[in-house]
């Protein structure tokens, strides 16, 4: 069973039609969840941390929301230039530091 | 600029050769990590080091070696007997113990 779930696994959206991403995790213990944007061919570039439930995190289009059970990237009137893959990982506390990832979303925004 | 430089960006192997594939970072990060990236997969990860000289295993190690003789470079070499080496490789760097990785551009390896 995989720890980090992301759904869905693509999405397709006209520009201007707001959604949101869903990262689910089965982590015992949260120290962080991280979400990540990746171009075709490019590596993953790094967004927002969040770290308690409640949280929110926001940067232009994007707002990042964390629950005890998953975390939620929404996407407010996305335009073509939002289209990429978002990846959400998790790094579990009193474990490895090391962060899980999940297997990404693909967003498509047509103008 | 700081950052992560990975090469080369592609690289094309015959079945049987060892490749290494280069790494190295200007951020001053102590963590350096291998993923390796296949379509519709996840990132999975191969080898990590926290300091020089020292480097563990990840869930998918095998076929796979690493060095760190340097705080700046991690390279990993893909040996012969990886038995499905094509893929995305990506190298990453952290400060410390944060989940907040700094990824380099990435190394997509063809074998022919």
């Known amino acids: 069973e995989d720890q980090v779930t992301q759904s869905p696994e693509a999405l397709r959206l006209q520009e201007g039609e707001s959604s949101s991403l869903n990262c689910s995790y089965t982590v015992s213990g949260l120290r962080g969840l991280f979400w990540y944007r990746q171009d075709p061919g490019k590596g993953p570039e790094f967004l927002f941390t969040l770290y308690s439930a409640g949280e929110e995190k926001e940067k232009?289009?994007?707002?990042?929301?964390?629950?005890?059970?998953?975390?939620?990237?929404?996407?407010?009137?996305?335009?073509?230039?939002?289209?990429?893959?978002?990846?959400?990982?998790?790094?579990?506390?009193?474990?490895?530091?090391?962060?899980?990832?999940?297997?990404?979303?693909?967003l498509i925004v047509h103008p | 600029d700081g950052g992560i430089t990975q090469s080369?960006?592609?690289?094309?192997?015959?079945?049987?050769?060892?490749?290494?594939?280069?790494?190295?970072?200007?951020?001053?990060?102590?963590?350096?990590?291998?993923?390796?990236?296949?379509?519709?997969?996840?990132?999975?990860?191969?080898?990590?080091?926290?300091?020089v000289n020292d480097f563990q295993k990840g869930d998918i190690a095998e076929g796979y070696s690493v060095s760190r003789e340097k705080k700046e470079s991690f390279p990993l070499t893909v040996t012969s007997a990886q038995k499905n080496p094509t893929a995305f490789y990506l190298c990453a760097s952290s400060n410390g113990m944060t989940g907040e990785l700094f990824f380099g551009e990435g190394s997509r390896l063809t074998v022919l």
């Open chain 1, 60 to 106: 232009e289009r994007l707002k990042a929301t964390l629950t005890k059970k998953e975390s939620f990237l929404h996407i407010t009137a996305p335009k073509p230039e939002d289209s990429a893959t978002y990846l959400c990982a998790v790094q579990e506390s009193g474990g490895s530091y090391i962060p899980t990832f999940g297997r990404g979303t693909s």
């Open chain 2, 8 to 51: 080369p960006k592609y690289l094309f192997r015959k079945e049987g050769q060892n490749v290494t594939l280069s790494c190295e970072q200007n951020l001053n990060h102590d963590a350096m990590y291998w993923y390796r990236q296949d379509p519709g997969q996840g990132l999975r990860l191969i080898y990590y080091s926290q300091i």
